[in-house]
Structure formats: structure tokens, C-alpha cells
């Protein structure tokens, strides 16, 4: 029973943080940018989809829907507001470009989380699920709101494989992140791939966003352990590969459901950490990961 | 004129230096304490300056050495009673090993690789003091019994001389050989090998440099605080908050580092009126000015001077 109940609970959970995962590694690989805003991009979307349906009383859909569409927003607004001009500026040198896209990206994220609290409070905030109610999955008594959300991810990933793998502009993105000069040589302009991919990423963090805000409920707190998670199975999974970081999440979704269950739930980051911390040691480029 | 601009600027720090001993004569315990708080945090820039500006690595994890060093010093002297000035010095020997530990293995990876393992050790440390809350205090904090003194005149004055100490011999290493052999090794690695120097030794010893001064100036912290606590010294954002004073102040300068850290520490204390905004306004300062003034405040005032 505690098997089953360990394995629905932790797919779930690990679905969710490889949704989360998969745009960050996305934009890594496609244009060398670790995206430090992921976690206040994400917390942004589940606190639209709660104030589109507590102070606008929007359907639940609809609430949705608009916390997607806030991270679509948020996320070219941060391409062209804050990675771009770094990218472009003449006063920073080369080999620096990364630090301080870091650190641009990283107080940009600051700025969000701030502005979030000022105007919702810091309160935890639960968005109302779209599937309401429980099943029973062989005895095992399971929300299925939590059965949503891993059909969701699931799908979504599916679906994000499918238009990488199988259309044009999904060649081109993959082609950027081999070889962007090859890419340009082509014909094509190489923001419009950015955009492409941080629209891709807008749309993945939104929707992790939204499911999150309706699993287990976000606040403005939660902004820094998101993107040190994601951050984290990231590191683990390889930066950039995207199949590296799907497995990476579902080995830190079930070792923390497994600590909650087994240990405490007190304890449940810290096996994750250990293990990120030996995979550095051991095979410092992750996983999956090209050095 | 740089020459001549790098021989003044010792004399303009001199008499800076003086200015600024004299203030507890005519302010109030107040601003001597908003002081005291922004030289300790002046210490803890400058060091991650000497890593980053220098050695070009960025370590995401300043406050892991800080909170090694400032629990260090904080358990001692709580469990064990041990006077001030050992745990002190305790505080800043455990930062240096802890530092070693972390850059043995990190300094294998180069450039985001080592800025991740940095904040997963921050992480971490973390975790462990929430857990064992017995000995640290957890999430309430740590309870510190003694204090470096009482006297809001002499712990200003305290601060002052570490961070001007500090300053004197942080800025010195910088411009000395082995601070040009760091800076050509942080610019490029492979040259720099190739001219016979030990890059992983001279990164490693800045790591040392580094840590010591920033787990010292921890363990001074928490005596002066009374109290250790994860949101204080161990926390991501007060480790952002380094990193921010360090390229607002401007990067390769050192001493810019303490500026910088001595501004957001009093633009902070300005803007509470301004209530849950302040975060949000030096955020966006620090974003403004890393955008449009990437060599920081001292950096562009020394390329005027130049030009």
C-alpha cells in the first residue's frame, strides 16, 4: 500500500518538476542562458490563474489559461528586456557575458517576487484545481486533481518532444543549439529562434506554474527553492540536455517522496542535495550533460 | 596618470579612513551601528571580489563560507562558553577548510559548473542547521551569551579597522604578482598555463584568501549580532546581496566591493519608509546599474581618470 501510495504520489511530483526542468534546460542549450527568474516566472503564472479566479471570478479555465498566458508574457519580456541587452551590451567583455546574465536574470527575478508580495501578499496561494475530487487507484485513495497534473506534464512533454523532433521550426531550435553560426549561415535570424524558445519556455513554466499553484499551492517564498530545484535537476540531468533533465527529475521527485514517507518530511530536500552534491564531484557535467 | 591615481588612492583612503574613525564623536549610536553592519558586509564583497574579479571564478556561495565561519564561532561559544577571541578565530580556520573542501573538487569545473556546486553548498549548509537545531538553533536562530563589547563606539571601531586591515591587505594581494598571475589565469586559463604558472594553485590560494576573510568577518558578525541565524549570514539573498555590492561597487577594484556594500546597506536602511518596496528598489538599481554601468561606480570613475 505504501509502495503504490509512494509511486502515484511520487510521479506526480517528479512529472511536475520535469515540466518545470524541461524550459530552463531548454533555453540553456539553445542559447547558453541560465534563466535565475524561472522560479518567480513560474510562481507569476500560478498567481495570475489565483487572481483571475478570486478577484476576477473567472472560470477555472479561463484562470488558467491567463496564469499561461502572464508567463508567456513574462518570459519574452525577459529575453528582451534583461538577456538581450546584456547579450548585446559593448561595456561587458566576452567571457563575463554569463555572470552577469546570471545575475541580471537572478535580480529580475527579485523584482517579480517583490512586486507579487507587495500586491497579493506574501500568502500561500491555492489555485483552484479543474478536476475536483478523489479516485481510488487500487485501494490507494488519490486526488484527482494529482492525476491531472501528471497526465498534463505528461502530455506536454509528448507534445514538446513531438515539435522539436518532428516540425521546421522545431529543427531550426535544435540546429540553434548545435551550431548557432551554421544556423544564421541559413538564413535564419537568430532572435527569432530565441524568441521561439523563450515563447516555448513562457508556455512550459506557465503551465508548470498553474499546476503547481493547484497541487500544493505557491507563495512568494516559494519563488527561490523553485529555481534551486529546478536548478538542481538541471545540474544533475546535464545543462541543455533535455532527455538528461527528465530523468534527472524523476529520480529527485522519488527520492524526496521517498524521505517524506519513509524519514520526514522535514528532511526531504536534503538526500536530493547529497546526491547532486556527488554527481558534482563524480561526473561534474551531470547525467546526460556535454562538457 | 593611473600610476599616480593608484599612489593617491592610498593617501584618499587614508584620510577617508580617518573621517570615518572619527564619526563616533558626533553621530548617534544609530548610524554607528547601520556602519558597523556595512563594514562587515563591505569584507564579505571585497573577498568574493578577489575570487570573482581576479581569479574570474564566481562563487554563488559567499554565504557558505560566511556561515561556516559565523556558526563556527557562534556554536563554540555557545556550547562550550570558549572565550570570544578563540572563537573567533576558530570561526575563521573552519571557513578556510570548509573553503578547501569546496574548491578542491570545484575548481575541476569551469565556469557555470563551479557557480552551481558554490550555491548547492549554500544549499546545503542550509539544510543541516535547519536539521540539526539542537546545536544551531534551527530556523528561530542562535543564541550568541558574549559580545565583543557593548559600546556602539567601539564596535564601529572594531569594524572599521577589520574592514580597513582587510582593504590594505585584499587590495595589496590584488596589484602584487600573484594577483596578476590570478587575473591572467581567470582571463585565460590556457595562456596562462602555458607560461608555466600553476592556475588550480593560485585559484586555490585565492579560494583560501577568500574564505578566510570572509568566515573571519562572519564570526565578527554574529558577536556583534548576538545571535546567528540562516536569514543574517547563511541565506541565497544575503549571498545575492554580496555579489550585487561587489559589481555595483565594480568589479577588479576590491575596495569598489566595500563601497558598494556600504551603499546598499544604507540605501537599504533609506528606503524603509518605503515598507515591502525596498527589496524591490535596490533590486532595481542594482539591475539598472549592472546593465548601463557594468564596471560599477569605482570601476568608471577609475576609466575616467584614465582617459
Known amino acids: ?291 | 596618470m593611473a600610476g599616480l591615481f593608484k599612489a593617491r588612492l592610498l593617501w584618499i583612503g587614508l584620510v577617508v579612513v580617518i573621517l570615518a574613525a572619527t564619526l563616533p564623536l558626533y553621530v548617534s549610536g544609530y548610524v554607528l551601528g547601520l556602519l558597523t553592519v556595512a563594514y562587515y558586509f563591505g569584507v564579505f564583497a571585497m573577498a568574493w571580489d578577489l575570487l570573482f574579479g581576479f581569479a574570474g571564478e564566481v562563487n554563488f556561495g559567499p554565504t557558505f563560507l560566511i556561515g561556516v565561519g559565523a556558526y563556527t564561532a557562534g556554536i563554540l561559544d555557545n556550547q562550550y562558553g570558549i572565550s570570544v577571541y578563540l572563537c573567533i578565530v576558530a570561526g575563521a580556520a573552519a571557513a578556510v577548510v570548509a573553503g578547501l573542501v569546496l574548491a578542491l573538487p570545484a575548481l575541476r569545473v569551469r565556469g557555470p559548473y563551479f557557480g552551481l556546486t558554490t550555491l548547492v553548498a549554500v544549499l546545503m549548509l542550509q539544510n543541516f542547521i535547519v536539521v540539526f537545531a539542537d546545536l544551531t538553533g534551527g530556523e528561530i536562530g542562535l543564541t550568541i551569551p558574549d559580545v565583543i563589547s557593548i559600546d556602539a563606539g567601539t564596535n564601529y571601531w572594531i569594524a572599521l579597522g577589520f574592514m580597513a586591515l582587510s582593504a590594505v591587505i585584499l587590495y595589496g594581494l590584488s596589484q602584487s604578482p600573484v594577483g596578476l598571475i590570478l587575473q591572467a589565469s581567470g582571463q585565460d586559463p590556457v595562456q596562462a598555463g602555458a607560461l608555466g604558472f600553476n592556475i588550480v594553485k593560485h585559484k586555490l590560494a585565492a579560494f583560501v584568501v577568500s574564505a578566510f576573510f570572509s568566515g573571519l568577518s562572519g564570526a565578527l558578525l554574529v558577536f556583534y549580532f548576538g545571535t546567528a541565524s540562516v536569514g543574517t549570514v547563511v541565506d541565497v539573498s544575503v549571498g545575492v546581496q554580496v555579489i550585487v555590492a561587489a559589481v555595483l561597487g565594480g568589479r577588479r577594484t576590491v575596495l569598489g566591493a566595500a563601497l558598494g556594500a556600504i551603499f546598499l546597506i544604507v540605501a537599504g536602511e533609506f528606503l524603509r519608509p518605503t515598507g515591502e518596496l525596498a527589496t524591490f528598489i535596490v533590486s532595481t538599481v542594482a539591475l539598472l546599474a549592472i546593465m548601463f554601468v557594468p564596471n560599477g561606480f569605482l570601476g568608471a570613475a577609475l576609466s575616467r581618470v584614465r582617459s
Not at chain 1, 55 to 83: D, E, M, N, R
Open chain 1, 1 to 291: 500500500m505504501l509502495v503504490l501510495q509512494i509511486l502515484i504520489d511520487g510521479f506526480a511530483i517528479s512529472a511536475l518538476y520535469a515540466l518545470g526542468a524541461t524550459g530552463f534546460t531548454l533555453i540553456f542549450g539553445v542559447s547558453g542562458v541560465l534563466n535565475l527568474s524561472h522560479g518567480a516566472i513560474m510562481v507569476l503564472a500560478a498567481v495570475a490563474a489565483w487572481a483571475a479566479g478570486s478577484v476576477l471570478h473567472a472560470s477555472t479555465y479561463v484562470g488558467a489559461l491567463i496564469g499561461v498566458a502572464t508567463a508567456l508574457v513574462a518570459a519574452i519580456v525577459t529575453y528582451f528586456l534583461i538577456v538581450q541587452p546584456i547579450q548585446r551590451s559593448s561595456k561587458i567583455p566576452h567571457e563575463e557575458k554569463e555572470i552577469f546574465v546570471l545575475t541580471g536574470t537572478l535580480l529580475w527575478g527579485i523584482m517579480i517576487q517583490e512586486l507579487i508580495a507587495y500586491f497579493f501578499t506574501n500568502n500561500a496561494k491555492t489555485v483552484l484545481p479543474i478536476v475536483e475530487g478523489v479516485v481510488s487507484i487500487a485501494g490507494v485513495r488519490t486526488p484527482s486533481n494529482e492525476i491531472f497534473t501528471a497526465v498534463v506534464c505528461c502530455l506536454v512533454i509528448l507534445l514538446l518532444w513531438g515539435l522539436v523532433n518532428r516540425t521546421r521550426t522545431g529543427k531550426v531550435v535544435l540546429a540553434a543549439s548545435m551550431n548557432p553560426r551554421g544556423v544564421t549561415l541559413l538564413g535564419y535570424e537568430l532572435t527569432s529562434v530565441y524568441v521561439v524558445v523563450w515563447s516555448i519556455y513562457g508556455v512550459l513554466a506557465g503551465i508548470a506554474g498553474v499546476l503547481l499553484g493547484m497541487f500544493l499551492g505557491v507563495s512568494s517564498y516559494s519563488v527561490g527553492p523553485l529555481t534551486a530545484s529546478a536548478f538542481s535537476i538541471v545540474v544533475l540531468g546535464g545543462l541543455g540536455s533535455v532527455s538528461g533533465s527528465l530523468i534527472a527529475a524523476f529520480v529527485v521527485g522519488y527520492l524526496e517522496t521517498l524521505t517524506a514517507y519513509l524519514v520526514s518530511p522535514a528532511y526531504r530536500t536534503i538526500p536530493a542535495l547529497l546526491l547532486l552534491v556527488a554527481v558534482m564531484y563524480v561526473r561534474p557535467q551531470g547525467l546526460l550533460g556535454r562538457r
